[in-house]
């Protein structure tokens, strides 16, 4: 439990807005095996279990489409994050296994410091995307865990077996976990050597099993399913490209080394130095007089080193020793955990040989110790994940408020417009152009240049390309982000200013920016259709509603009327924040074919739809209800006229 509720606390941080490129890209993956999409040879070759996993969320939810990315990611996540929540019970009991020998207040907290290092983890928190990383920590797990218990199990073969099956499972989520097949062989051999004649068979049998297997699956991967030709920029290129060069490069090797220890931190990665200390306390447990309990305790050391050290090498391949890559590192990680929580034990029963519940109390005490930084970072981590995301509000707001155009923007917003693969629903399209500085050009020129309609600047380029143009030549849409959001702080423009300008405040909580025709009646018999735009001056206090209407220039009687939302229906005042800008639905007035000559006024007004009452319209001279929008004349032929915006 203690590890299920950060993950379940951040595993949908950002959506619909698909945060990390490979969840994206194994969508498509599988969109690609049913005919649906075509990756163009991007992800060939890619470890087939997570595809397949992908696959049936797919099916079983109908996901086709850019619509169907953030429903499957959504999912995933969330089975990623009962697969991480389950490696610290995994990494609990298997402490807890080495351990036993100790003690049973002794391995009980041996358990509960391994388990509660991954539970706690800001690394194991982060890594809850819709990726194969979560499953390989998860079967990564279950093949340690497994080989651990075969190594002193009265059938050894029934859990290396299965170990070895793990271990190929996570090699069908990823490629770099090839080392986690071996725990569960080398819990075969050392049985197996161990063994007394009458039982050497069965590890022997189970040791052709596992080879089998092993052949089976390496026939399959490469001969069938051709991941040779594996096609991920960046870990296969690198490493086809390298080749073996790398494998036993120091310097690649201590830096992954160190990011895959990162988890333990400096003093972890100590103990992990000192976990022989292990062998000493069991030598010298009172209760401990076999000396099989020693050669089983370090045969499980070996498994645990087995994984911290030829993970690296193999990461070498590709990864020069950054942290960045620490997601193929995390099975190396575990086995560092293990070490870390079982040597913090068996240093304290050392310490304190005579009273368990002493030694055990002060094995509680150092595993809070390293719980408290983790969680702390956890809490940070968890909390900016809550966090809601500009990239999903600017392209909602987008959808809601502006005809489709093109949108110019950086790298930091380079998935807003991309429903393939930044996956947030859309319902019209926008076309989107990249540039890295948004500054080297005025916005009409930007327009003439790259053919754009709207800019969505960054906050650091906003102030230097503001001073390179008049602020009236644009529309200052609105400002998405900053304190208190995830992603980028943006600016969205349009380069086109407002068709009119016309300020009025409504009671202190909206103001009318100006509006735009979209139609001009010609004549009686005609329509006006024309979007407002608004700004909140402050939350306002309910949901109102517009009304236009049409009245003869010297009085304030209806003749036609027409009411809307200001913002839509799907953006109703009582939500609107502090600053936010909003356009109108398209409001139509319909002039009467029998409409006489003369001069007639349409007046705008904002009212409680429920009570009916009005919001003031404050100016420096009144205060009314209503205020004129444009006026016009009706000639003798029935012909709009002397069209006056006031």
Known sequence: ????????????????YVDHPDEPASYLKAQEWQGLFDLEGYHDGYPPAFLALHLIIQRSIGANGPTGLAPTVHILRLIAAFASASVAVLLLLAAHHITRPLGKAASLAAGLVA???????PIAVEYIYATPDPYVFLFSAIALYTALCGVTARRPDVWAVISIGAGLIAVFFKYSALPVIMPGFITLIYRAVFASAPQRAAPIRALMIGIILVALSALFLLGVYGASSLNTPGTSDVARRSGFANLFNLQYFGGNLSASLQIVGVAGAIFVLLSPILLVSIYRHKKVSSPFRLRDAACQLILCYWLLITIPILV???????FNGVRFLIPASLAGILLTGTTITALFTLIFPANQRISA?????????????ALQQTTIL??????????????????????????????????????IWGGIPYLHWFDWVERTDLTIYTPEEWQQVAGVTYIAYPAEQWAAAAANFDADTVLLLGEFGGEGWRG???????IQPLQHPRELNFGGEIALKGFEFSQIAANTGGTFSLNLFWQALARPQANYSVFLHLTPEDAAIPLVQADGAPGGSEQQTAFWQTGQHF???????????????????????????LTGVRLPVITAESTGDSAVLFSFTIGDQGVVENLRPD
């Open 1 to 16: 439990m203690v590890a299920l509720i950060p993950r379940l606390l951040t595993y949908n941080f950002a959506l619909p």
């Open 115 to 121: 388990g509660s290092l991954w539970a706690l983890s």
């Open 316 to 322: 070498n391949t590709f990864n020069p020793g950054l």
């Open 361 to 373: 109390a002060v094995i509680g005490l150092v595993g809070v110790l390293f719980a408290i930084p």
């Open 382 to 419: 968890v909390a900016e994940r809550s966090l809601p995301d500009s990239r999903v509000v600017l392209r909602t707001w987008a959808d809601r408020n502006l005809p489709p155009g093109s949108v110019l923007v950086t790298v930091e917003n380079h998935k807003t417009f991309n429903p």
């Open 488 to 494: 980028p702080h943006t600016i969205l423009t349009r």
């Open 583 to 609: 356009f109108s639905d398209t409001l139509t007035l319909a002039l009467p074919s029998d409409l006489p000559p003369g001069d007639y006024v349409v007046r705008l007004g904002l009212y409680d739809y």
